[in-house]
């Protein structure tokens, strides 16, 4: 295993030491082993999330270019021509 210096400011350091006087980490070691695990997880989890999205947004396009999905500028339209349809019926203050 590779051995890595780290430099901290005195309150991080107390930080990291009362985390390991609590009995949440057995030493500085397993601390840093853990951030970096979960560093590594959410970096993961983001690059899932883009694959995602950029796959929900390929298949919207092709969905659109085969003809379906709506104009947004009507669906919005149609959303102001209700909501002033309703406030219609109610009185104002």
Known sequence: MATMNVSLPDPMRDYV??????GQYASVSDYVRDLIRRD????MD???WLKELDASIDE???EMKAGGGHDLDE????IIADIRQSAGGQSRP
């Open 46 to 48: 983001e690059e899932r």
């Open 17 to 22: 030491q009362n985390r390991i006087d609590s």
């Open 40 to 43: 590594q997880s959410a970096i």
């Open 75 to 78: 669906v919005c339209d149609a």
């Open 60 to 62: 919207s396009l092709a």
